[in-house]
C-alpha cells in the first residue's frame, strides 16, 4: 500500500509519559510510524493502550519524551502544522446554525472574504448532504447529524490531516455505519490522510488502507496490517470471506 504514497508524518522512537508528583503513567513506548499522504489509517487496541495519546501528540496537544516526529521529513512543531481534530462529542456551538458553526474556522483564521467563506460552507454542506438544515441549531439536529456538522467544520480549514478520536462511539449501529459511508466519501472526494481511533475491528477494516494495532499499556505497535480492498465499499464488503479474515485476525492479535 505504501507504493505510490508519500511520507506525510514519520514517527521514530517516540515515547510519552503522563508524570504527577505522585505517579508516572507511561502511555507509549517506542513508537515507530510511518503515516504515508492521502491514506486511512486506524488506530486499534485495547483501552488504555495509548491511542488517544497518540492522536494528541500528532496533533501536538501533548509532547514526547524521547524521540522525533517529522512532518514531510522536517523536525514537526506546532507552527506550520495543517491539522483538525474530530472528537467523540461534537463540541458544536449552540448559539450559531449549521452554516455558522461550519464557517467558525474560517472566521478565526480570517483569511477569506465573505464570498470565499459562504463558497467553502457551501461545499463542504454539499460533502455531508446537509443543505437543507444549514439554518437549523444543533438542538434540532440527530447524533448522526452533529457529527456530519462537525466534520464539515473540521475540514473548514483544508487541513492536511484528519484527526478523529472515536466520532462515532455514542451511534446507534445503524448511524454508525451511515457515518462510516460519509467518512469514506469525504477521504475519496478530499484526498485527506485520516487517522481514525475506533475500538470497533468491523469499523477499522472496513474504512481503512491499513490498521495500526497498539499494545497494551504502554502502547506499543504490535502489528500494521494492510487492507485490500477496493473503493468505494459498500454493505456488501462486509460479507467478503476476505473481510471476515481481516477481522478475525485483528481480533486475535488484539486477544478478543
Request: hydrophobic fraction near 40%; include cysteine.
Amino acid at each position: 500500500m505504501t507504493s505510490g504514497y508519500l511520507k506525510l508524518i514519520t514517527l521514530n522512537n517516540i515515547d510519552v509519559t503522563y508524570k504527577s508528583k505522585l505517579h508516572h503513567i507511561f502511555a507509549l513506548s517506542k513508537i515507530n510510524l510511518t503515516i504515508f499522504n492521502n491514506q486511512f489509517i486506524s488506530l486499534i487496541g485495547p483501552s488504555g493502550c495509548g491511542k488517544t495519546s497518540l492522536i494528541n501528540l500528532i496533533a501536538g496537544l501533548i509532547k514526547h519524551e524521547n524521540g522525533e516526529i517529522y512532518f514531510n521529513d522536517k523536525l514537526m512543531t506546532k507552527k506550520g502544522k495543517s491539522i483538525s481534530i474530530v472528537f467523540q462529542d461534537d463540541l458544536l456551538l449552540p448559539w450559531r446554525n449549521v452554516d455558522k458553526n461550519i464557517r467558525l474556522p474560517l472566521e478565526l483564521l480570517g483569511l477569506h472574504s465573505k464570498k470565499e467563506m459562504s463558497d467553502q460552507v457551501k461545499n463542504l454542506l454539499d460533502i455531508v448532504d446537509l443543505e437543507q438544515l444549514s439554518k437549523l441549531y444543533p438542538a434540532s439536529l440527530s447524533g448522526g447529524q452533529k457529527q456530519r456538522v462537525n466534520l464539515a467544520r473540521a475540514l473548514a480549514s483544508d487541513p492536511h490531516i484528519l484527526l478523529m478520536d472515536e466520532p462515532f462511539a455514542s451511534l446507534d449501529e445503524f448511524n454508525r455505519f451511515k457515518l462510516n459511508l460519509y467518512i469514506q466519501k469525504i477521504f475519496m472526494e478530499t484526498g485527506k490522510t485520516i487517522i481514525f481511533v475506533t475500538h470497533s475491528v468491523e469499523e477499522a477494516v472496513f474504512l481503512s488502507d491499513r490498521v495500526v494495532i497498539l499494545s497494551a499499556s504502554p502502547g506499543s505497535i504490535s502489528k500494521d496490517i494492510t487492507i485490500d480492498f477496493k473503493r468505494p465499499r459498500t454493505k456488501s464488503t462486509t460479507t467478503l470471506y476476505k473481510y471476515f479474515k481481516y477481522v478475525s485476525d485483528i481480533r486475535n492479535t488484539i486477544g478478543l
